[in-house]
């Protein structure tokens, strides 16, 4: 479908709108009929508003099949290693050709709180169909990610309400 | 539908992921069932791959009224202040009350070309419904605008291709 060559993506920073940003492009190229998966990798339990709607979308599969430490709920760390080891295998199977644009979302903070190797988002790269377009979300990519992605936007935090105790809205923050 | 009040966002900056951003909001906020409209200020006749998509999604309603000077194209001046008075007429009407949460995509860089003027902008915000998310996006969001919104993200381009010669490419870029 994509007859270019794909690149790797990188949303990160403290600021809103990386897995949004993740999800618009997920949708755009749903809409060019290029074939799109998303696999979450810190999600927790709660389906998102994003996920209702993007499940019925022609063209997208959704997984969610990592961690729920981002919720700060209890999680046995042996499951929670198990999990992303199969999201890390499906992550793989996804960007060998099966689809055209592949989101690995939160992908980076799972490695940057030490519960997947670095090493594995670097093979995974490696592997990566010559024309699927790789997109890594999350806060604290490293130098090294940086260095190997294409093309990278860091999302900065100008002004936030949270602070002045405004709390997550059902269909606005998830 | 919201119960909580609506806030004002802006998504600003040269990065990439401002509009995917908005875009990945309005189908987070569609899936939980909340009523949701995007006003496109600048976009050309092409018909993008979000908007593809959008327009299948219920909950959703996709404007494109705006100019299309951002794609270079030549167009009469006079037709652009035309088409960006309507948008700014149907953007005062979204906000009012008839939906959840409103994207005006763009406005914030025809109000920085001078194509409408800030002060609509502000307009906007006063007659917005207390319950209403409005999200505002474009480059260039002056002191007085990021003052006025509630959060505030800057999308900050830390690693581009382009410049090494990669083009806008469909279902990517567009």
Redesign the interface.
């Known amino acids: 479908?994509?007859s270019?060559?794909g690149?790797i993506?990188i949303?990160t920073?403290d600021?809103?709108?990386?897995?949004?940003?993740?999800?618009?492009?997920l949708?755009?190229?749903?809409?060019?009929?290029?074939r799109c998966q998303i696999i979450h990798f810190m999600k927790s339990e709660i389906v998102?508003?994003?996920?209702?709607?993007?499940s019925?979308?022609k063209n997208v599969t959704v997984m969610t099949i990592g961690s729920n430490l981002i919720s700060g709920k209890n999680q046995n760390l042996e499951e929670v290693r198990t999990s992303l080891k199969l999201a890390l295998l499906e992550s793989k199977k996804a960007v060998s050709g099966e689809y055209?644009?592949v989101v690995l979302d939160e992908i980076i903070v799972a490695s940057s709180l030490g519960l997947i190797p670095e090493s594995e988002i670097f093979e995974i790269a490696k592997i990566k169909a010559e024309a699927t377009?790789l997109i890594l979300t999350g806060r604290g990519a490293t130098d090294s990610l940086?260095e190997m992605?294409?093309?990278?936007?860091?999302?900065?935090?100008?002004?936030?309400?949270f602070a002045t105790g405004?709390?997550a809205?059902?269909?606005?923050e998830?």
Chains 1, 2 share one sequence.
């Not at 998102?48 to 993007?54: F, I, N």
């Not at 992605?149 to 309400?161: F, G, N, Q, S, Y």
């Not at 809205?169 to 606005?172: A, F, N």
């Open positions: 479908m994509v270019e060559l690149l993506q949303y920073g600021g809103k709108g990386k897995t949004t940003a993740a999800v618009g492009l949708v755009r190229a749903a809409g060019q009929g290029l998102s508003g994003e996920d209702k709607t993007l019925a979308i055209d644009l377009e940086i992605a294409d093309l990278v936007t860091e999302m900065r935090e100008i002004k936030h309400p405004v709390e809205r059902r269909g606005i998830f």
